[in-house]
């Protein structure tokens, strides 16, 4: 059985739609990544599938639990680590952790060594009697996923996990991550807008974008969606009006295209593409400002399959749907 | 409903509350400030008011007049005389505020009286202040009565007299308001409790890590209004037992009393807090709590008659304190704090509240979305 089974969802606030007909599965013990910038429907989409906003039409099973017939089935089988900090600032690590394994009914007599062995594994044990107000960003993290943890649920979904860290925290925060895979047998959702922890992490990637999924795989198989293994960025002076027609012809290259400024050229073979392409610059009195040549990355996956960079969509997204939410 | 949820919630707050000494001396300070100072500014005894008199008939009989002013002076000491020569000259003291009224017996004053020919002693008074006007009123008519008693009594008196018993002793105002500036501490709790926390902590994602939980709505509600309900117990029965030692309630400590002061102020807290729940929990702008606190205060602490009865209130203000629970509050809490009445004193209020709580948690329950 799928751990999640997501048909068809829809969220519309107002004209907004802010997530548009999504449908995926997620396998047992799968880590699954939602990777979108800002705005892009994820957060909207995981409050649907933890049963926090009712979806337009559409459903989605969590455990074999449906969000719209059996919401507390849902919120038994999942673990849930919000993107803001939801943990009470004015209480200790232990006060916060006790307090939720209350409220999802964990029996007293495990309750305890439950709590205290979750915050060993965030490395937690020491402040556990401190106040969460003096946490750092990435303590308070540990500390969300560790309470998040408390009910022993069998899918933890992740939302933006890192936002917001530093990258020491960020390192730690992956760590854990990948410890609660090897370690453990549950199937974890998150979505990022952060290429390198989306490729890091995931067993399979969502690429969300506009409320849509446009395109679902490993990161591996979506790298190789993409046309060509290397990615040469190049940046022109002097450069004629036909000269990506050119650029076309190099050796290795299958596909060129421009985003600000920077040409794109997808190559089979990215040392001879680079070596064609000078020798095609100086025969045509181009300048070559700029040249580099590298593997073939999500960012350029996302690219590929959305037409914008995920770096500027994320800045430059048009729309906040937080704002529904209040 | 399952209570081990409610009293985590309950647990929760509690933790908050006794860390945070913040709300515990808000909901403290200022009832007992009220207490304290309005309790000692209203309702004492006008003494020493200056009054202007002003003698023109220069008699034996004026003379009299002016040492039974004198005796008044001296004794409860309402006021103390100044004399003055010229009456215009007294009634621009009195327009310009250095004495509190004109007393003046005019020219012929004594023949008048002798001749039995409606003499009249004029009194100006400053109306604006209708509380100085009827003190000094009350006191000059007691003169008034005593020159009009007959030299002689007569062997048989025909005259009715009002026989006043007081059922209690004098009760000074202080004593008088213990029980509004309990009802506002609870207020000021429910406010902080059930209203500023309540919206800050929704706004801050706190709420959203309990309603992924399995909580039902019902228990959330129940558990805050729990927490609140406690913590309006505590600042009420302090405020009882503060209040209570500083303006001097006898027999304060008689355990029976201590249990119905406990039991109202428990049902005065769960009434509040419920009905700011009811007002709240749609609300997610944190301002919004902060800018009606005032007028809330308004509506339900002066319509209750805490600090002046119910009984002078135009039809309308009247009608508001039927709705508001301060004013059953603050007839029970007056019973036992004033009165010492039994559970006879306080049972329909404490069933009142009770009936109002039920009907807010209902109200609340309903209103609360559980779902963002």
Redesign the interface.
Known sequence: MNAIEVEHLVKRFGELVAVNDISFTVASQEIFGLLGPNGAGKTTLIRMMTTLTPPTSGTARIDGHDIRTDADGVRHALGVIPQAFTSDPELTAMENMLIHAKLYGVPSETRGPLIIKLLESVDLMKFKDALVGTFSGGMRRRLEIARGLVHSPRILFLDEPTTGLDPVSRANVWEMIRNLRDKSELTILLTTHYMDEADKLCDRIAIVDHGKLAALDTPSRLKDSTPGTDVVEAEFGNAPPDWHEQLKTLAAVKAVTEHDHVSHLASLDGPATVAALMDLARAEHVTVRKVSVQSTTLDDVFLHFTGSDLRDATHTATYDVSRFYK | M?F??V???V??DM??FF??PALMVSSLLFPLVQLIVLGYAFGGKIKGAKVAFVDQDHSVLSRQVREMFDGVATGPATFRVVDYDSQAQAVDDLRAGFVRGVVELPQHFSQKFYDHDRPEIAFSEDNTDQVMASALEGELQDIVTALNAPATEPRLDGQVELDVVEVYPYIEYAKYLLAGSTAMAIFIVAMIGGGITFIDDKSR??H????????KKSELVTGLIGAGALKGLMAGMSIVIIGGMIVGIPGLWDPVRILYLSLVTLVASIAMISLMFVAMVRV?DPLVPRAVFGVLNMLLFFPSGAISPIEGFPKWLRWMSVVDPFTYTVHALRNLTVKNTGIEGIYMDVLLLAGFSALMIGISIGLFKR??
């Open positions: 399952n081990e949820r009293w985590a919630l647990e929760r933790r908050k860390r945070s994602g706190l959203e890590g309990y309603l992924l939980t399995p909580i997610s779902q963002i």
